[in-house]
């Protein structure tokens, strides 16, 4: 039988082994570190009858009738453009283009507007963002009210969540903005 010294000694140390690991605390839920593109711009080379400075960083996708998407592989977020001569239907296409931003407002929690105009370049037009869960945080269009039409929305392929997004969702704004400021119109 074991003398009751040697009981004390041996169950001591028997939990001193186990008591001298690193204690584990749980960490709190993080966010993926974003990677935003460098913000290098350089004339397009889109044969269309309107042209911009895109980011480097971007991959022109054309489409047909001078649609085409810009996409930013690094953060998967695509800035669709469509593309139409004005025909005498401007107030259908002004109409459509409100209606499709505002198909939004059921899960936004707000829509923004900002007119916009460059007059030297013939440029007018208006930049809506969305707050919230909405699929597209930044929708735009642009015309020159006589025979350009160019509407655009952006959309990152990503769960909503609008904390983990901002920066990606101001950086594509951003992106718009770029193009609405740098658009020249081809007659």
Same mark, same amino acid.
């Given at each position: 039988?074991? +003398?009751?010294?040697? +009981? /004390?000694?041996?169950?001591?140390?028997?939990? #001193?082994?186990?008591?001298?690991?690193?204690?584990?605390? *749980? =960490?709190?839920?993080? &966010?993926? $570190?974003?990677?935003? *593109?460098?913000?290098?711009?350089? #004339?397009? %080379?889109? !044969?269309? *009858?309107? %042209?911009?400075?895109?980011?480097?960083?971007?991959?022109? @996708?054309?489409?047909? !009738?001078?649609?085409?998407?810009?996409?930013?592989?690094?953060?998967?977020?695509?800035?669709?453009?469509?593309?139409?001569?004005?025909?005498?239907?401007?107030?259908? #296409?002004?109409?459509?283009? &409100?209606?499709?931003?505002?198909?939004?407002?059921? +899960?936004?929690?707000?829509? &923004? @507007?900002? /007119?916009?105009?460059?007059?030297?370049?013939?440029?007018?037009?208006? =930049?809506? $963002?969305?707050?919230?869960?909405?699929?597209?945080?930044? &929708?735009?269009?642009?015309?020159?009210?006589?025979?350009?039409?160019?509407?655009?929305? /952006?959309?990152?392929?990503?769960?909503? !969540? *609008?904390? %983990?997004?901002?920066? /990606?969702?101001?950086?594509?704004?951003?992106?718009?903005?770029?193009?609405?400021?740098?658009?020249?119109? +081809?007659?």
């Amino acid at each position: 039988m074991m +003398k009751p010294r040697l +009981k /004390v000694v041996l169950f001591s140390s028997i939990l #001193l082994f186990f008591n001298c690991r690193e204690e584990e605390n *749980p =960490l709190p839920y993080g &966010q993926i $570190r974003i990677e935003l *593109p460098t913000t290098v711009y350089a #004339l397009d %080379s889109v !044969n269309c *009858p309107y %042209s911009f400075y895109m980011n480097t960083a971007a991959q022109w @996708e054309p489409k047909e !009738n001078c649609w085409g998407d810009i996409y930013y592989p690094s953060i998967k977020a695509r800035m669709q453009l469509t593309y139409k001569s004005l025909e005498g239907n401007i107030e259908k #296409l002004l109409s459509e283009s &409100q209606d499709l931003a505002f198909t939004h407002a059921s +899960k936004a929690s707000g829509i &923004q @507007e900002k /007119v916009y105009m460059n007059v030297e370049n013939n440029v007018y037009g208006i =930049l809506y $963002r969305m707050s919230g869960d909405a699929a597209s945080g930044t &929708q735009f269009y642009v015309t020159d009210s006589t025979n350009h039409f160019l509407r655009g929305v /952006v959309y990152i392929y990503a769960a909503p !969540n *609008p904390d %983990s997004l901002k920066p /990606v969702d101001d950086f594509m704004a951003s992106e718009v903005i770029q193009l609405m400021e740098t658009l020249t119109w +081809k007659n």
